[in-house]
T-cell receptor, first 110, second 118 residues
């Protein structure tokens, strides 16, 4: 079992729709959580950190559920420019690893 | 620019050749990571440096892979006797924060070195 698991998708949704992704992690010692965005043939870039209390940045909302060991990303009013791969990222405080999930592909159609 | 710079951007190697991939992190960044990303997959952790010290190399897939950061700045990932399964994009990332800290800072990635082994 991979340390960080995501549904690979692709998610194909119409512009304006709300879409949500989940990510599960296996190590309860995980300390910090993030969502990164990666456009085709580009490098990953930080989208947002994920805090225990949940956090929102414009149309994007991230949630953390430590008891069930998953994090989620919600995108409201999706735009064509949201089409990308979304990578779930977990940092283990007991180690120096920052682990990426395999990514969820999102495609927004007009 | 002030971002992470990687070279070469593209490398084609014949099976059995040695290759060296270079990473210039953002100036002053303590932490440096190497990742391997195969097509359609997420980045897979290879190794981590804190300044010049290689604190974690558990992700290196075989002893053909070697990384160094002798002066705590530029890093080189070397792959000896390349195999076809080594074909991937090799991403370097740097961060101001230490990986062992509670609050991990943002990782800044280079554009990657795309390695194709024939």
């Amino acid at each position: 079992r991979k340390e960080v698991e995501q549904d690979p998708g692709p998610f194909n949704v119409p512009e304006g729709a709300t879409v949500a992704f989940n990510c599960t992690y296996s190590n309860s010692a995980s300390q910090s959580f993030f969502w990164y965005r990666q456009d085709c043939r580009k490098e990953p870039k930080l989208l947002m950190s994920v805090y225990s209390s949940g956090n929102e940045d414009g149309r994007f909302t991230a949630q953390l559920n430590r008891a069930s060991q998953y994090i989620s990303l919600l995108i409201r009013d999706s735009k064509l420019s949201d089409s990308a791969t979304y990578l779930c990222v977990v940092h283990y405080s007991s180690a120096s690893k920052i682990i990426f999930g395999s990514g969820t592909r999102l495609s927004i159609r007009p | 620019g002030a971002g992470v710079s990687q070279s070469p951007r593209y490398k084609v190697a014949k099976r059995g050749q040695d290759v060296a991939l270079r990473c210039d992190p953002i100036s002053g960044h303590v932490s440096l990571f190497w990742y391997q990303q195969a097509l359609g997959q997420g980045p897979e952790f290879l190794t981590y440096f804190q300044n010049e010290a290689q604190l974690d190399k558990s992700g290196l897939p075989s002893d053909r892979f070697f990384a160094e950061r002798p002066e705590g700045s530029v890093s080189t990932l070397k792959i000896q006797r390349t195999q076809q399964e080594d074909s991937a994009v090799y991403l370097c990332a740097s961060s101001q924060s230490l990986a062992g800290q509670t609050n991990t800072g943002e990782l800044f990635f280079g554009e990657g070195s795309r390695l194709t082994v024939l």
